[in-house]
């Protein structure tokens, strides 16, 4: 087989990617490790920055998160008993959007079949050949057979467990992590969410967030220790946990039922210096992870493939290779800003076991700025709507 872009995963990047590709004449080809229901069966974040927006509408696929999508101008900070809002729209003119993660994939798998994409689905053994010389190939397993792709350049959209990163020698990447002592419980109900806009609660007992896919599916999370055990927590503890977290007021309107998905995700900071090696390019999960309370994972991905594709454009239209030169820098720049924010908001919004009284006093001082600065509300406006590409 031969094609322009060989796309190492079936997630949102490699999809967006792929159809932004589709619809500017260039070709791809996605391998992903799984089926189209797993992929779709993972529940992920669903808060989307502008950016986002305007490259789903470019890819031709932002219909029906505009119809079904729900625009939030600002978002709701609970300390305590204490609440005040973030007001997205009046610091920065701007809302985000709530729409799943998983309607985001489903749109784009449903565009790429549309327009007759080849998805290799349950591909095996996925090895990257010579992407540090001009003619780069893949070669996989699938249904028993050996098979070879042959192309100008390979996307790793593979995630963080992907075999993509892992293909640029060790001595030509520089990794940074920071593993935070906890994770979030979340659960899915159908019920409708306790408030219009997220709330994010810092309490004595720690982090909780309630959030929401549309008007009778709530997601709500829990902060719980990082060894901690899905099979723990029955419903009506999580219940009980996150009343105890979330103000008394709001905790009376919360409407509670049976969890239709419950999991436990650690958090994680994670960053691969450079995203690109020769002809391979890294994309989103693949080269960084960011804790979700700043909702960024999917927004950095995002912004990622706008780099690429711009670069892979400018280098098939104009014969030039200067965004594809300048990718790793510009995709990284956004990133480290991102992966900021994202650390900020978690030291801001969780409690550490090894917090000491100044630590705490270091937090309530940031939060009690953050409640009463005009310039910090700002600041939190501007990097949660997202920062410009
Ligand atoms: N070969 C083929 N496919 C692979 C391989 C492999 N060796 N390893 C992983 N994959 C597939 C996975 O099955 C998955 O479908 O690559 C895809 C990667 O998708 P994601 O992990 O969703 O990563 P990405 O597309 O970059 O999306 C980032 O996902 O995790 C969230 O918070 C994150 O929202 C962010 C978004
Ligand atoms: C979610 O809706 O799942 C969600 C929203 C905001 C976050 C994280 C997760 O910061």
Not at 77 to 98: C, L
Not at 159 to 181: C, M, N, Q
Not at 296 to 307: E, F, I, P, Q
């Amino acid at each position: 087989m031969r094609t322009q872009v060989c796309i190492i995963g079936g997630g949102p990047s490699g999809l967006l990617l792929s159809q932004l590709l589709h619809r500017r004449g260039i070709e791809s080809v996605i391998l992903e490790r799984q089926t189209r229901d797993y992929v779709l069966g993972r529940i992920r974040a669903g808060v989307l920055e502008q950016g986002l927006l305007r490259l789903m509408d470019e890819a031709g696929v932002g219909g029906r998160m505009r119809r079904e999508g729900f625009e939030h101008a600002g978002t709701l900070i609970a300390y305590g008993e204490e609440m005040f809002r973030i007001d997205f729209v009046e610091h920065t003119g701007t809302p985000v959007m709530v729409y799943g993660q998983t309607e985001v994939t489903r749109d784009l798998y449903e565009a790429r079949e549309a327009a007759g994409g080849i998805i290799e689905f349950e591909v095996e053994g996925v090895a990257i050949h010579d992407a540090d010389r001009d003619a780069p190939y893949v070669t996989w397993r699938q249904g028993g057979a050996e098979k070879r792709i042959d192309c100008d350049f390979v996307a790793g959209c593979d995630g963080f467990h992907g075999v993509s990163r892992r293909s640029i020698p060790e001595d030509a990447r520089r990794e940074y992590e920071k593993v935070y002592p906890f994770g979030w419980l979340g659960i899915l109900s159908e019920t409708p969410p306790v408030n219009h806009e997220l709330i994010y609660a810092n309490s004595p007992r720690g982090f909780a967030l309630c959030s929401m896919r549309n008007e009778n599916l709530s997601r709500y999370y829990v902060q719980c220790s990082a060894h901690d055990k899905v099979e723990n927590w029955s419903d009506d503890e999580f219940w009980a946990e996150l009343k105890r977290r979330i103000p008394g007021h709001v905790a009376e309107g919360l409407v509670t039922g049976p969890s239709i998905e419950k999991s436990i995700a650690p958090l994680r900071s994670f960053v691969t210096e450079p995203m690109r090696w020769g002809r391979l390019f890294l994309c989103g999960d693949a080269a960084h992870i960011v804790p979700p309370t700043g909702a960024k994972g999917l927004n950095t991905a995002a912004s990622d493939v706008h780099y690429l594709f711009s670069g892979l454009t400018q280098f098939y239209e104009l014969n030039d290779a200067e965004g594809l030169d300048l990718y790793s820098e510009r995709a990284l720049a956004r990133i480290w800003k991102a992966e900021r924010f994202s650390w900020w908001f978690s030291q801001l919004m969780h409690r550490f076991e090894d917090q000491t009284e100044f630590d705490r006093k270091m937090q309530i001082a940031e939060m009690e700025l953050l409640r009463s600065s005009e310039a910090a509300q700002k600041a939190m406006a501007e990097n949660y709507v997202g920062l410009p590409y």
